[in-house]
């Protein structure tokens, strides 16, 4: 377990036992691809990869970070962090938006152990982020809600990390439940959990997300586009996700333009589609999943000849119900949803192909939808002194 690690790296690291271990989810989009800075719904998911932060009081004035992952060793100043570019920025970041949430910024020792991969599009940023801030306010006395926790995460990573982002990876990482997908409304920042047995299937390419930060800014660009044309007939329209195939046909755009904005308004219907059967039996829509990759790779064109493949090849094999690519796109990692032994199938049998023909080795996980954020280990508040009091030991 991350935590179990976390708190050996501490000692190891700082000779003492931390104060307080807290730990949070990475998590998959099951659907809802492009939706988000549209202002429309997506259906994220907690995975049972966690990222644990162990915390405790420093000796001098300066915060000191320590990971397992990482030889890097961070000390920033706790009331006026500046950015480094380094892994600690998410830390420094989410303890400097905690001080306005009225959580006092002090210095601290923090040491990370994570099962979230980096660089993959599981969010390893949000479960650091929303780990350290669940952490923090537990051993400040714990006055503030996970929902108010998830806020305190993504002003770190909008204001401080400086990444434009959506609230869903910190939403899901905060508040979600075992057993239960996340509907986010973005437009509302409203969370609804929706009980979902499935297992899923996070097949990593590997290939690099190089296109990804300008042909993403270029597709945020062509949605603001068609949501000024639509906008021109129907002033209402607040969201590009919330008009309505009739209006983006009806507006006079580019028709690349016009393929962008039908892919947001379809992926927001598929959002609702498919948690309606979820709510029905439990189970992913597999042909919303199949019908949002289409409209990924065909409309949106965001895809990559390995995720696919990947899609393809999932569509083939028997007992396997659904697959799409999930993130952003252009590399990354695709999800398959099914039963639990034609998945592991897919994944096995799909390794050397893939490997012979992208000369990559794909990774990949089992996951059902697990638990948000949590405290495992509390030892003493940081108001009140010395409590010896444990939480989920
Ligand atoms: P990934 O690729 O998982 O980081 C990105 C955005 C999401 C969302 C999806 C596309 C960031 C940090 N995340 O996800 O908010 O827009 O693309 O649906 O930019």
New binding site residues.
């Given amino acids: 377990m991350s935590a179990e690690r976390a708190a050996a790296t501490y000692r190891r690291a700082f000779g003492e036992d931390p104060a307080v271990v807290a730990s949070a989810p990475g998590r998959v989009?099951l659907i809802g691809?492009?939706?988000?800075?549209n202002g429309g719904d997506v259906l994220p998911m907690a995975l049972s990869l966690r990222t644990s932060v162990a915390v405790g009081p420093s000796t001098d004035a300066l915060s000191h970070a320590v990971s397992e992952q990482s030889p890097r060793v961070g000390a920033f100043s706790p009331t006026g962090p500046s950015r480094s570019s380094a892994w600690w920025d998410y830390v420094a970041g989410t303890m400097l938006a905690l001080g306005t949430a009225g959580v006092a910024p002090r210095p601290l020792r923090i040491a990370v152990a994570s099962d979230v991969p980096s660089g993959a599009?599981l969010?390893s940023s949000a479960a650091l982020e929303v780990a350290t801030a669940f952490a923090l306010n537990a051993w400040s006395g714990g006055g503030l809600d996970a929902r108010t926790l998830a806020r305190v995460a993504h002003r770190a990573e909008t204001e401080f990390v400086g990444?434009p982002?959506?609230i869903?990876?910190q939403y899901v990482s905060s508040l979600a439940r075992e057993g239960h997908a996340l509907l986010v409304a973005c437009d509302r920042e409203e969370a609804t959990l929706v009980p979902m047995a499935a297992t899923v299937l996070i097949f990593d390419t590997r290939t690099p997300r190089s296109l990804r930060t300008s042909a993403f800014a270029q597709r945020r660009h062509e949605c603001e586009i068609a949501l000024r044309a639509i906008q021109r007939n129907e002033p209402a329209v607040r969201w590009l996700s919330r008009a309505s195939e009739e209006q983006v046909r009806r507006a006079t755009m580019d028709e690349i333009v016009r393929k962008r904005a039908l892919h947001v308004v379809r992926e927001t219907a598929r959002v609702a589609a498919c948690v309606r059967t979820l709510r029905e039996t439990g189970r992913l829509a597999g042909d919303s999943m199949y019908a949002s990759h289409a409209s990924l790779r065909d409309d949106y064109q965001c895809s990559t000849p390995e995720l696919d493949w990947f899609v393809d090849r999932a569509q083939e094999t028997r007992g396997v119900t659904g697959a799409r690519l999930t993130?952003?796109g252009w590399g990354?990692c695709a999800i398959a949803a099914g039963a639990p032994g034609p998945l592991r199938q897919l994944a096995d049998s799909a390794m050397e192909p893939f490997a012979t023909q992208y000369r990559r080795r794909p990774r990949f996980w089992m996951s059902a939808a697990s638990d948000g954020a949590r405290v495992d280990v509390l030892r003493e508040n940081l108001v009140g002194g010395a409590t010896a009091m444990t939480l989920n030991p």
């Fill in positions: 989009n691809e492009h939706t988000d800075y599009g969010s990444v982002c959506g869903m990876d993130g952003a990354g």
